[in-house]
């Protein structure tokens, strides 16, 4: 378990949206591009690593109450969808990290 604001001091990412402070603790992960399968599939406290980067993963991310987005392979998301995941209370990292690496990565974190 690890608090999303500890992220980017024991983990290869940065903040692009959010506060992390005000998120669940990261309890696990999904590695999932398919919206509709990740919305049915997403756990609250979940880190989801995901290379989209469009509005409907912010909607997503609140509906499911997942603790943070990772986005992998440094994908950026624009302002205005950055913005909007602020508002919505979604926190957004990005990561140079593979979908892969990243998976593996988060399971060392989150297990030794």
Not at 35 to 53: E, F
Not at 60 to 76: G, K, N, R, Y
């Amino acid at each position: 378990m690890i608090k999303p604001n500890d992220l980017p001091n024991r983990y290869p990412c940065r903040l692009l949206a959010g506060d992390p402070t005000t998120r669940q603790a990261i309890t696990g992960g999904y590695a999932c591009d398919m919206l509709s399968w990740a919305m049915s599939r997403l756990k609250p406290g979940d880190l989801w690593l995901t290379i989209l980067n469009s509005i409907n993963v912010v909607a997503v991310a609140s509906l499911a109450d997942c603790a943070c987005v990772l986005l992998t392979d440094d994908v950026a998301m624009e302002p205005d969808v950055l913005a909007r995941a602020a508002d919505k209370g979604v926190v957004v990292f990005s990561t140079p990290l593979s979908t892969y690496e990243a998976a593996i990565a988060l399971d060392r974190l989150l297990h030794g």
